[in-house]
């Protein structure tokens, strides 16, 4: 029997896990709990991968029967999931041809392109189709990465990968819940606590993170804006900023001062329910407990004014003196040689005309490829390395883009290509996308299994998975680079989605921008810098991980317009938008509409995570889904009660776009009034159109681009207003 340990980057949700797992005679057997070694480190990821229900189920995702093997052409109407088998020759001939006519027809711009993360090998690749065909109408997830884009704003760099190190003592973390979404940052953390470690969690729900921390604020959902203005206003107004730093090296301090003045803990205290105290000692310990970090995730930026929540976000640590020192927040670097994805991505064939059409760039500028030309040229000042794109810049709003699909304007979307991505399930307004969807002249979908999206596709690609071929991870914003080598060859006629864009790009007049023949040829041609083949790489340590620099700005400052740190944002301003941060009411809260408030009483907190999950994926894997069969809302048991709702028992969660079905779970950890529910849910296991809705929370949620944030054109998925009750039909 030929055994072999082959070293993989997991593929299956965002922690992109290193491991290694077992092959018998091309068989792909699992982690290879054996191949751990005794350091302490190893034994944590060990803890991580080992207590992990997707990686445990590797096996059975990569030879579940239900995956896609072969590329399929529609063959009944769009939705009715009847499929003809055809070559992937076929396939890549007739889309291209599509592709060509709706090019010279409508113009390049109207196909709009939308892909994931994880699992997925090709967001450099797609960059590069993207340039080259010459559409700016990349829909990215516009519910995550505001962050990156304000922190690159505000200083020229990322901020925002969590590097929890022996030196910090204070560690606040804002509507991020490790527990279920970040498992290896949660075993530090808990590691950390029991030592030294100060810990401020910032979340509406009493998580097995808040159980550990030593201070836990509880704000009312979608009012975390108003509590960091009242942290900002304390720190200031009892003196316990960084002097030094402030005047050395930040911009705008004395106008944030003034911004801020009137924003006392008593103020955020009525928009926040968090008594004052409470607020005062927050701002206090995290001040005075240095270093101190924050990290934040989706609960911070799915809100209604997630960019001045951010900006807070970033203006904490800047006042503080916690930017880019030993345990703070750290300005993450590029690897210094390795070719990162700017190399790859050919952004300037996307000529100036075809990046201004850009749909929902002239309303929500921060995507907008001006905003990022803005960055890019700052960043250059003070950086070795080219910024790369994907997700902070060439982002068109998806709402909008729908939105086009259905109504022509600006001008007619007619093409999509949706890579790794189930939009069905993850986006709000799920159903005005499945319209929007079903209107397109082509629709294209790659993807692992047959999901809600992949079914109004007219062709339906078939895609390997992280364990069927190599990646790269990282370099493009951080210094570490690890590597993935293809466990098994692809099954049956599954593909990297490199062959994907490679063999429609070569079809589509791009023959001489593709000449590396295989992803391990362009990953040959990344890692030459380094001296290394991916062979090599991969023989060796599978991974780099240069050493950090700090305080970098000290040799030539900050990559803003001012060379300092932005306070006061002069892009901000440039732009026509309130270069500080503000507090103002959700557009769809009680404040702003009372008979909305008086018939939706509660506030909804969707996209909660289920560590079995990956957003909407897994739901087919038995030995997952054993774990977790039913959608779950959680409710105050008081509440619940009072509601004639016991735990267990199936409830709707309506708001004023429809009603959604869920399993209540009794959760006394959060207030009367707020109910939290999973997301990504569908049923694959049923095959009627109408199980695409059944729990699905996304399809009642709203995307009216007049209620999302002003400036990123972030949708409401905190502190939406609902009401439940119980099913009575179950
Ligand atoms: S699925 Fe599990 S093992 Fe894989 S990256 Fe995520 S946490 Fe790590």
Redesign the pocket.
């Known amino acids: 029997m030929a055994k072999e340990i082959k070293k993989i980057?997991?593929?299956?949700?965002?922690?992109?896990?290193r491991?290694k797992v077992k092959v018998e005679d091309g068989l792909l057997i699992g982690?290879d709990r054996e191949g751990v070694k005794d350091s302490m480190m190893a034994q944590m990821w060990a803890r991580?991968?080992g207590g992990?229900?997707?990686?445990n189920a590797a096996a059975e995702f990569v030879y579940h029967p239900k995956r896609l093997n072969y590329p399929m052409k529609r063959a009944g109407k769009r939705g009715q999931d009847k499929w003809e088998r055809i070559t992937w020759e076929q396939a890549l001939d007739e889309i291209a041809d599509s592709l060509d006519k709706i090019r010279k027809k409508y113009g390049p711009e109207t196909l709009a392109i939308t892909s994931s993360g994880?699992q997925n090998t090709g967001e450099e690749f797609r960059m590069r189709f993207q340039s080259l065909f010459g559409t700016p109408n990349f829909l990215g997830p516009h519910s995550c990465g505001i962050g990156m884009v304000l922190s690159h704003l505000m200083s020229g760099w990322m901020i925002y990968m969590p590097a929890l190190r022996p030196e910090t003592k204070c560690f606040m973390l804002i509507g991020a819940n490790p527990h279920q979404a970040?498992?290896?940052l949660w075993n530090v953390i808990r590691e950390a606590v029991k030592v030294w470690l100060k810990l401020i969690v910032i979340d509406p729900r009493r998580t097995a993170v808040a159980e550990e921390a030593s201070l836990w604020l509880r704000p009312r959902p979608g009012s975390d804006g108003a509590l960091l203005m009242a942290m900002v206003n304390t720190i200031i107004a009892e003196g316990l900023y960084d002097k030094e730093f402030v005047e050395k090296w930040c911009y705008g301090f004395d106008k944030l001062a003034e911004r801020v003045k009137d924003f006392t803990p008593e103020k955020a205290a009525s928009i926040t329910s968090i008594p004052p105290d409470k607020i005062r000692e927050a701002a206090r310990m995290y001040a005075t407990t240095r270093p101190a970090q924050i990290f934040h995730t989706n609960g911070l930026e799915e809100q209604a004014n997630s960019t001045p929540a951010l900006q807070l976000r970033y203006i904490l640590p800047a006042i503080t003196g916690n930017i880019d020192v030993p345990g703070g927040d750290m300005m993450a670097e590029p690897h210094p040689t390795y070719r990162v994805d700017a190399e790859l991505e050919m952004r300037d064939m996307l000529s100036p005309e075809q990046r201004a059409k850009m749909i929902g760039a002239d309303r929500f500028k921060l995507y907008s490829w001006p905003v990022f030309e803005m960055v890019e040229k700052n960043a250059a000042r003070v950086r070795e390395r080219p910024l790369s794109s994907p997700w902070i810049a060439g982002t068109a709003h998806s709402p909008l883009a729908y939105r086009a699909m259905l109504s022509g304007k600006p001008y007619p979307v007619k093409a999509m290509i949706t890579l790794a991505k189930n939009q069905l399930l993850t986006l709000p307004n799920a159903l005005l996308i499945d319209s929007a969807l079903r209107k397109l002249d082509l629709h294209v979908a790659m993807d692992v299994f047959m999901t809600p999206t992949c079914k109004i596709a007219d062709y339906v690609l078939p895609a390997a998975c992280?364990f069927e071929k190599a990646s790269l991870q990282g370099g493009n914003y951080t210094l570490y680079l690890q590597g993935s080598e293809a466990a098994i060859a692809p099954l049956y006629e599954r593909r990297p989605e490199y062959y994907f864009w490679r063999e429609l790009g070569m079809r589509l007049g791009q023959e001489e921008h593709w000449p590396w023949q295989t992803l391990e040829e362009v990953y040959d041609y990344r890692l030459a810098p380094m001296g290394f083949t991916f062979r090599q790489f991969m023989d060796g340590k599978g991974y780099d991980n240069p050493p950090s620099r700090e305080r970098k700005y000290e040799s030539k400052g900050f990559g803003t317009p001012t060379g300092k740190f932005e306070l006061y944002s002069t892009i901000l301003e440039r732009l026509g938008y309130d270069p500080l941060p503000y507090w103002e009411q959700p557009r769809l809260g009680p404040s702003q509409d009372a008979e909305l408030a008086k018939k939706y009483p509660m506030s909804l907190i969707a996209g909660a995570r289920n560590?079995r999950f990956?957003h909407s994926q897994g739901r087919q894997v038995q030995s997952v889904r054993r774990g977790s069969p039913d959608p779950i809302a959680q409710l105050n048991p008081d509440k619940a009660e009072s509601l004639g709702i016991d735990d267990g028992d199936w409830m709707l969660v309506e708001t004023r776009m429809g009603r959604a079905e869920f399993k209540c779970q009794y959760f006394p950890g959060i207030a009367h009034d707020v109910v939290v529910a999973e997301h990504g849910w569908w049923f694959p296991e049923d095959t009627s159109p109408e199980s695409t809705w059944r729990s699905n929370i996304n399809a009642v949620l709203d995307d009216d681009p007049d209620i999302c944030d002003r400036v990123s054109g972030n949708y409401i998925l905190r502190g939406y207003p609902c009401r439940v009750y119980k099913d009575k039909e179950k």
Request: hydrophobic share 30%; aromatic share 12%.
């Open positions: 980057v997991c593929g299956m949700c965002a922690s992109h896990c491991y982690y991580v991968i992990c229900p997707r990686a994880e970040g498992p290896m992280c560590r990956y």
